[in-house]
Every structure is written in structure tokens, then in C-alpha cells.
């Protein structure tokens, strides 16, 4: 079966500008997942959605990121405006039905902010 | 609250030597647990996971991992590394309350030829 896919894979931005994430996940998976991954720490869970309602966003920076997944299948994650700070991988990765179903990741963006 | 922690941040062993990657877990409900693997450029690769079975899970590539309840451990284990182990890996827990993955810090593997 296909993975979960992700564009781009690399961006390098400005600090100040925007940038967006698409996501598409296994097919039939209902909850989708975005996590940050800084160098050299474990991912952290930006948000959860569960087919296309917000389930946990509690660690999503609202001032600046947004998610949506209009349709309960892909999913897009913005930045607007990208500090510094945001420079990391972005994992996105999709489960059957909760988080405690394995979670399958796709490759990561990863993002530069200069 | 559930937490995990990955004692060692990098371990070097020798290839055909036996890798130990040590995981403790802290969780005030029956945890599941899991270990994953990452690749340079690369996404996370699931190697195994516990979810309350039999308490010695077995993974891909000739991974192993033994959940110890009595010591909160759950550490992953090979009998023999082989060049291509070279990564990174993570344990993680979930379970009933959180539903959340909480990663570790992830610990760094090196096999030396």
C-alpha cells in the first residue's frame, strides 16, 4: 500500500514569510498527525485530527500555525509569519483510528528559516 | 502522565556485536509502547510495539524488545548489529487516557566495521 506522502521536502524561507505543508495519508486512515521535530529531540505533536475535526491542538502555536483538513483526507499546516525557531522537520503521519493504533509517518519536510 | 526516557543519547558497538538501546516508562495506566527507527532523511519506520500481550515483543530486522512492568523498562535489543542498523531511534508510549504518542529523545546508534 502507498505511505504517507508529504510536499515539499525541503523549503528554505525567510524569517517573517509563510510557508504551507501538505500531507496525504495512507488511504482509510481516519486520524492524521502533524509533529515538529527539532534537531536532535524526539517529535513533538503539533495537532490531531480525527477524519476531519480537530481532536488535540493543544501544542499548536495558533499565533502562527494553522492546519486544516477540509475533506477528512489531506491536510495542509501553515506558518505565517516563520521565525527562527520554527526551523525542524515536519512529520506528518496517519493512524486507522486512534493514536493508540500505530501511527505510520511519512519522510518529512524540513524547513529552514533564515 | 506518561513519559518516557531514553538513557543513553548515543551507543557505539561493533558490527555482530549485541546493541542494547534502554527505554524507561513512566505511565499511570496500562501502557502501549514502541520503538521506532530513523533513517538520515528519512520518515520514523516502526520496529515493534507492546500493547499488553505476550511481554516479549519481536520486531523487524531481528529487533526484540522486553516489556518489564516491575522495572518500567521496555529496552530494544539485537543479537548481532549489522552496518545498516545505523540510526536513530526512539521509544515511545501511548495508552488509554492520553492517546497521545510521547516520543523519547531518541538515542543514536553507530556500528563500527
Known amino acids: 500500500e502507498a505511505g504517507v506522502a508529504q510536499s515539499p521536502r525541503y523549503k528554505i524561507i525567510e524569517k517573517r514569510q509563510s510557508v504551507a505543508f501538505w500531507c496525504n495519508p495512507i488511504?482509510?486512515?481516519?486520524?492524521l498527525y502533524w509533529y515538529q521535530q527539532i534537531l536532535g529531540q524526539g517529535p513533538k505533536l503539533l495537532i490531531q485530527?480525527?477524519?476531519?475535526?480537530?481532536?488535540?491542538d493543544s501544542q499548536l502555536p495558533k499565533d502562527r500555525f494553522s492546519a486544516e483538513r477540509l475533506k477528512g483526507v489531506d491536510s495542509t499546516l501553515k506558518i505565517q509569519p516563520a521565525k527562527l525557531e520554527d526551523s525542524a522537520v515536519y512529520l506528518c503521519?496517519?493512524?486507522?483510528?486512534?493514536?493508540?493504533?500505530?501511527?505510520?509517518f511519512g519522510p518529512g519536510t524540513r524547513l529552514l528559516v533564515l | 502522565a506518561q513519559s518516557v526516557t531514553q538513557l543513553d543519547s548515543h551507543v557505539s558497538v561493533s558490527e555482530g556485536t549485541p546493541v542494547l538501546l534502554r527505554c524507561n516508562y513512566s505511565s499511570s495506566y496500562s501502557p502501549s509502547l514502541f520503538w521506532y527507527v530513523q533513517h538520515p532523511n528519512k520518515g520514523l519506520q516502526l520496529l515493534l510495539k507492546y500493547t499488553s500481550a505476550a511481554t516479549l515483543v519481536k520486531g523487524i530486522n531481528g529487533f526484540e524488545a522486553e516489556f518489564k512492568k516491575s522495572e518500567t523498562s521496555f529496552h530494544l535489543t539485537k543479537p548481532s548489529a549489522h552496518m545498516s542498523d545505523a540510526a536513530e531511534y526512539f521509544c515511545?508510549?501511548?495508552?488509554?487516557?492520553?492517546?497521545?504518542?510521547?516520543f523519547g529523545t531518541g538515542t543514536r546508534l553507530k556500528v563500527l566495521a
Open positions: 515511545v508510549v501511548s495508552g488509554v487516557g492520553t492517546y497521545k504518542y510521547i
Open positions: 488511504s482509510g486512515h481516519a486520524t
Open positions: 503521519a496517519s493512524s486507522f483510528q486512534g493514536a493508540v493504533e500505530t501511527q505510520y
Open positions: 485530527f480525527q477524519n476531519n475535526g480537530v481532536v488535540d
